[in-house]
């Protein structure tokens, strides 16, 4: 599986972006795609996740509200909408895949996830 993500870019901080990660390759029946991040000097951490098959979305509590995973069956593609942007959402963002993957804790976890795409920078000024 390759992922390709997209849509990152500067805006100031209220206003909004949205990331893209399209998918192709060896695809699977079931499976979940998140979006994680990673700011300098930190640690990757969960944004969200969507489980393909029935559209289960999870969120961090910090993006609650303002962030919306989406995806297209047809495109292979799942969406990020971030809306409210704030600085502290500056990032690289990398969107993830992996099979028969639907726990809500697993979805979470970085090392549930074996496909990364390449990561977007999203940067949030004041």
């Known amino acids: 599986v390759q992922l390709q993500a997209s849509g990152g870019g500067l805006v100031q901080a209220g206003g909004s972006l949205r990331l893209s990660c399209a998918a192709s390759?060896?695809?699977?029946?079931?499976?979940?795609m998140g979006w994680f991040r990673q700011a300098p000097g930190k640690e990757r951490e969960f944004v969200a996740a969507?489980?393909?098959?029935?559209?289960?979305?999870y969120y961090t509590d910090s993006v609650k509200g303002r962030f919306t995973i989406s995806r297209d069956n047809a495109k292979k593609t799942v969406y990020l909408q971030m809306n409210s942007l704030k600085p502290e959402d500056t990032a690289v963002y990398f969107c993830?895949?992996?099979?028969?993957?639907?726990?809500?804790?697993?979805?979470?976890?970085?090392?549930?996830?074996?496909?990364w795409g390449q990561g977007t920078q999203v940067t949030v000024s004041s």
């Open positions: 969507i489980v393909w098959s029935d559209g289960r979305a």
């Open positions: 993830a895949a992996e099979a028969d993957l639907s726990s809500s804790i697993m979805l979470k976890r970085a090392r549930s996830y074996d496909y």
């Open positions: 390759g060896r695809t699977f029946s079931s499976y979940a």
